[in-house]
């Protein structure tokens, strides 16, 4: 019988500890929660498991893969956000390699020294730890713990030891808190804050920060960004965040409805061009230096 309950009365971080102490093999899976309008004994509004939020395997223990839902998880994307290939590079083998497993691409792709295997390994691990990281901030939501299941064979399966996961995620849950003091709302949008070069002088940005300074745009939402660039919710809010520190990027409550900002894709950075006229010649700076990164 699967284990199942709600992660906030269990959370992630204890299932952790339950998998890693028991050496269990199996899969969590968290659902979106769907209000059934009953109350739990704690007099908390039940939830039935909705829409699939994120996926986690073990096997005797130990962590080997982890997908998240409404993020590329495929290895072109995790190769691209990580470096290993270029934008133009992962088009093509998107297109390319449609019906081709994880497994046999990689071969081809070290076969073709596009990447090596220590690339594909590294890759793939910080991407399963990256999104481990991200639902150990998450408080709410049904999950299900299924023994015995795993993924597909055509998966790249890392083994991760979770110990030390379990102590850099409760770092990071403490930095999350602190995100969230700043960037509390993923339906708001960026704007360039007055004289924006003068703040730029002499500023070094990591090559997501200046992914995310590209579609800075009122009718671009933080969360529209996220998903043009991959990312899940605590990493745009992590580079957001030192980007309204460093006083680079000024935050604008949004005013439209939710329903609207999910009806709209973000703005090309022509109509970026058009709708920020004080801040074009900027703009077509930071998007230059963008392309030779």
Request: charged share 30%.
């Amino acid at each position: 019988m699967p284990l199942q309950g709600n992660i906030r009365d269990f959370s992630t971080t204890q299932l952790l500890n339950l998998v890693n102490l028991s050496r269990r093999t199996g899969m969590l899976t968290i659902f979106e929660g769907v209000p059934t309008g009953e109350k739990d004994g704690n007099n908390n509004p039940k939830m039935a498991p909705g829409a699939q939020r994120a996926q986690v395997a073990f096997n005797k223990g130990k962590l080997i893969f982890a997908s998240l839902a409404g993020q590329e998880n495929g290895l072109v994307a995790v190769l691209n956000k990580a470096g290993k290939l270029t934008d133009d590079q992962a088009k093509v083998l998107r297109e390319r390699a449609k019906n081709t497993s994880d497994k046999a691409l990689a071969l081809r792709l070290i076969g073709a020294k596009y990447v090596s295997q220590a690339d594909v390994v590294n890759c793939i691990k910080q991407h399963i730890l990256d999104v481990v990281y991200n639902l150990m901030s998450w408080d709410d939501g049904p999950f299900r713990f299924d023994d015995e299941i795993t993924p597909s064979g055509e998966n790249i399966l890392v083994p991760i030891d979770i110990e030390p996961v379990i102590i850099e995620g409760a770092r990071r849950v403490r930095e999350v808190k602190e995100l969230e003091n700043v960037v509390d709302d993923l339906d708001a949008s960026l704007r360039f804050p007055e004289n924006p070069r003068e703040k730029f002088k002499g500023i070094h940005l990591s090559v997501d920060e200046w992914k995310v300074v590209s579609y800075v745009n009122p009718k671009n939402t933080i969360r529209m960004i996220m998903r043009q660039l991959n990312m899940s919710d605590v990493e745009i809010k992590r580079v957001v965040y030192g980007l309204v520190q460093a006083g680079l990027v000024e935050i604008v409550k949004k005013t439209a409805s939710k329903e609207d900002a999910a009806k709209n894709a973000p703005a090309s950075r022509r109509q970026q061009r058009k709708g920020s006229k004080p801040d074009a010649q900027l703009v077509n700076k930071l998007i230059n230096k963008l392309k030779t990164l």
